[in-house]
């Protein structure tokens, strides 16, 4: 299998000290070492041994899990045909499903590595019952039907148990899938420690700015770039609207919780990582989800994925926290707010010099770089969690304090901005407003999850001194 280096990645002293991933590590290897990892980022074929004893598996493993290489999916190569089942859970979706099954027809000509052996439909309790069984039908899917509606997770957990493969792919309703996508995903199950594979959920093109904001900011779409799938990391979470699994991996985890109405792929996905699998994001070819158009079903959304937050944080202590940075970027901006930026500077200069003496090997410019970079990124984190998940607590603040208003001023500018700029990939300036409206639909429903559960947690952040 081929691997691609990681865009973050840079390397020093003629390649001896590797420096990237996410979140950034540094590496230090030897002169063999440093030629392997030339050839990784040359594209050169690389073996996954399952022997634990060969040390470039090991560190090939190694560099994977910390984000620094990504495989390549090669469609075909060096493996058998693999039979999938796909589950599609479906609810009161009919014309959806249709199309989806329709996509899902089309996508199946002419595949090199991964055929559609049997498509499950379990209608979750769909009030026209009759309509989505004639949908199935014509599409010649077995159909699966729940009279009393269970939510996503009980949907795909009994399609998976009834599969008749131990290849699953789950696809919601509202998707459609495009020519390739299957052979892509089922191209990383040569790596046995991969447990499932996400494809990019991109937003369909629709009228209106609420699809057109989508289009730019899904919170389904995790983005361009491939990455290993992990809490605290770039990709944190990948949704289930288009997932492939290895059912091995999902009945040794428990599968998915049905307790969980929403978020229930993000538990999912911590608890394979948890387990000692690798969860993969591949957008190398996207498939295309339905969006919301009407502000109310919009906002509800949003709403609706904020009150997984507090379940999921009881569940997966720390994975959740709104900010993680180091005590010292926390000083530098309290320091600032305060009305102190000679000190602030200060202080920001000694982690500097500190890390720079740490980072042996490194050049003292980088070194400072990083620090600095460390720094302005937890004033982004900061500024994007007082918008976004501390707002109530902030509003009230403002109300009574001048200088609580400030910070709050100062910290939706600063959201505002990192909502166009976004590393690059800049947000039309008239959308912005509606990403912080985003923002603050989905805090809402992080507090309400809070409140009803009786634990804060998911809103408390996270302060480490290795960050």
């Known amino acids: 299998m081929r691997y691609r280096v990681d865009p973050t990645v840079r390397t020093f002293d003629d390649g001896r000290v590797v420096l990237g991933g996410s ?3 540094m590496f230090r290897l030897s002169d063999a070492g440093a030629r392997w990892f030339a050839d990784v980022a040359e594209g050169r074929d690389q073996v996954v041994s399952a022997d634990p004893a060969t040390s470039q598996s090991t560190l090939l493993r190694r560099f994977a899990d910390a984000g620094v290489v990504h495989p390549v999916p090669e469609p075909g190569a060096g493996r058998s045909e693999v039979a999938v089942s796909v589950v599609v859970p479906v609810r009161d979706r009919a014309d959806q499903l249709d199309l989806l099954l329709t996509s899902l027809r089309a996508a199946s000509a002419g595949h090199s590595s991964g055929r559609v052996a049997e498509v499950l439909v379990v209608d979750d309790g769909s009030v026209d ?14 159909l699966l039907r729940r009279d009393v509606s269970g939510g996503p997770a009980v949907a795909r957990h009994d399609g998976i148990l009834a599969a008749t493969n131990e290849v699953v792919a789950v696809v919601d309703s509202d998707v459609e899938v495009s020519a390739g996508w299957l052979d892509v995903l089922v191209a990383h199950l040569v790596d046995d420690h991969v447990g499932a594979v996400a494809a990019r959920v991109c937003s369909a093109p629709s009228a209106g700015a609420l699809a057109a904001h989508d289009e730019h900011r899904s919170p389904l779409d995790l983005g361009p770039t491939p990455a290993r799938v992990a809490p605290g990391t770039r990709v944190a979470y990948v949704p289930a609207a288009a997932m492939l699994l290895r059912r091995d991996a999902y009945v040794e985890v428990g599968g998915f919780d049905p307790a969980l109405r929403f978020g229930e792929d993000v538990d999912l996905v911590w608890r394979l990582r948890d387990a000692g699998w690798a969860v993969r994001h591949e957008p190398q070819v ?33 994975a959740l926290a709104p900010v993680r940075c180091s005590p010292w970027s926390l000083a530098v901006w309290a320091l600032v707010l305060a009305g102190h930026p000679v000190v602030a500077l200060l202080v920001a200069g000694g982690t500097a010099a500190a890390l720079v003496r740490r980072l042996d090997g490194m050049p003292s410019v980088t070194a400072a770089e990083l620090a600095l970079r460390g720094h302005v990124g937890a004033g982004r984190m900061l500024a994007r969690a007082v ?11 403002a109300l009574v304090s001048r200088r609580v208003r400030r910070c709050v001023a100062v ?51 996270e302060f480490r001194h290795d960050t």
Do not use: K, M
């Open 411 to 461: 910290a939706t500018v600063v959201a505002a901005a990192d909502h166009w700029w976004n590393d690059g990939d800049p947000l039309p300036s008239r959308l912005v407003p509606i990403a912080l409206l985003d923002d603050v639909a989905y805090g809402a429903g992080v507090w309400a999850g809070c409140l009803r559960q009786g634990d804060l947690e998911a809103l408390v952040p």
């Open 23 to 25: 979140p950034i590590r």
């Open 286 to 318: 996207p498939v295309r989800h339905a969006p919301r158009v009407d502000a109310t079903s919009w906002l509800r959304q949003r709403f609706d994925y904020g009150t997984s937050a507090a379940p999921l944080a009881a569940r997966h202590p720390g």
């Open 387 to 397: 918008v976004r998940v501390w707002w109530p607590v902030a509003l009230v603040g």
């Open 129 to 142: 019952a009759a309509a989505h069984a004639a949908v199935a039908r014509r599409h010649g899917a077995r």
